[in-house]
C-alpha cells in the first residue's frame, strides 16, 4: 500500500559547477517532518563505442572523488537543450576520438537515487571513424580498446566500479552479443 509523503520545503545550501545541494523538508505518513538531503544534477549522456572488431572504447581519467584514475565509457554532461542522443555522439568523439556513423538508446540509468536525480541516458554507437580527440582543458584522458570478455572480468575483479560503465557493459552484452 502506498503512502502519502509530501515535501513541504526545498531550500538551496550550496550550487557547484554541476550540482546543486539541497535540504528537504518532507512530512511523512505518519504526521512527523523528516529532513533529507537532495543533490540536483543537470543530466548525462554516455555512449558504448564499439570498433569493427568488437572492441569496446574505454577511457581512463583521473576522479577527484575517488583521488584515483578510472576506466569507463566515454561520457559527459549535457549542454543546455542539447537532446541526450547528441550529448553522448559529441562525448564519444571529444574523448575517444572516434565519430559514430549509427548511434541508438541502450539504456537509462539513474545513479543514486536515494540522495540525487542524476539520469544518464546511454547510447550504443557504431560505425566508428577515426576523428580527433577534442578533449576540455581540465580533461586528462587516455583511450583503450577491450574485448568484451576482458571488461567483464573486469568488472568481476572489482577492477570496474562505475555504475554507468557496468549497466553499459552488461546491458550491451545482454542486448546485443549473442
Do not use: S
Not at 503512502?3 to 523538508?25: F, P, S, W
Not at 505518513?29 to 555512449?47: I, M, Q, R, S
Not at 553522448?88 to 571529444?94: C, Q, V
Not at 581540465?138 to 583511450?143: G, L, N, T
Amino acid at each position: 500500500m502506498e503512502q502519502e509523503i509530501r515535501r513541504i520545503k526545498r531550500e538551496l545550501q550550496c550550487e557547484g559547477a554541476i550540482t546543486k545541494y539541497y535540504r528537504d523538508t518532507v512530512v511523512l505518513p505518519d504526521g512527523k517532518t523528516e529532513l533529507y538531503d537532495f543533490v540536483g544534477h543537470n543530466g548525462a549522456a554516455a555512449a558504448v563505442g564499439v570498433l569493427e572488431d568488437g572492441r569496446l572504447l574505454m577511457v581512463r581519467q583521473y576522479r577527484n572523488a575517488l583521488d584515483r584514475f578510472t576506466l569507463e565509457i566515454p561520457a559527459g554532461g549535457l549542454n543546455p537543450d542539447e537532446p541526450t542522443i547528441d550529448a553522448a555522439a559529441r562525448e564519444l568523439e571529444e574523448e575517444t576520438g572516434y565519430r559514430c556513423g549509427k548511434i541508438e538508446k541502450l539504456i537509462t540509468i539513474r545513479t543514486t537515487v536515494a540522495f540525487c536525480n542524476e539520469k544518464i541516458d546511454i547510447f550504443l554507437a557504431t560505425d566508428l571513424r577515426k576523428t580527433t580527440q577534442h578533449l576540455d582543458e581540465d580533461e586528462f584522458v587516455d583511450v583503450h580498446a577491450y574485448a568484451l570478455e576482458t571488461l567483464e572480468g573486469m568488472i568481476y575483479r572489482g577492477d570496474i566500479e562505475d555504475a554507468k560503465t557496468i549497466a553499459a557493459i552488461l546491458a550491451y552484452k545482454n542486448k546485443f552479443v549473442h
